[in-house]
Nanobody, 113 residues
Framework: QPQLVESGGGLVQPGGSLRLSCVSS????????MGWYRRPPGQGRELVAT???????LYGDSVKGRFTISRDNAKSTTYLQMNDLNSEHTAVYYC???????WGQGTQVTVST
């Protein structure tokens, strides 16, 4: 099974930006479809964005055009660029391999003053 390791989370002020990274190992990464999901406090997990092996992207409605998912196959890494963050974006963000059904441990994003 693939191993997914997220990084880049942390505390950010409203209006700030973060870029999350997810490094994948143990799979043929370039053939995988990847995604980012999040779990806000007290809420269920929801889709943020997905990207296929052909670089087609899909975004959840809650993103509101502020997030961008991308991938670098040479680095086996999936990225999530998050801009104009506000308190609604506070959540644990998870990286997901849709082909191998693997999950990362998650990285905390907290938007606060």
């Amino acid at each position: 099974q693939p191993q997914l390791v997220e990084s880049g989370g942390g505390l950010v002020q409203p209006g700030g930006s973060l870029r999350l990274s997810c490094v994948s190992s143990g799979s043929i990464f370039e053939r995988s479809a990847m995604g980012w999901y999040r779990r806000p406090p007290g809420q269920g997990r929801e889709l943020v964005a997905t990207i296929t092996d052909g670089h087609r992207t899909l975004y959840g409605d809650s993103v509101k055009g502020r997030f961008t998912i991308s991938r670098d196959n040479a680095k086996s890494t999936t990225y999530l660029q998050m801009n104009d963050l506000n308190s609604e974006h506070t959540a644990v963000y998870y990286c997901h391999d849709l082909i191998w059904e693997a999950w990362g441990q998650g990285t905390q994003v907290t938007v606060s003053t």
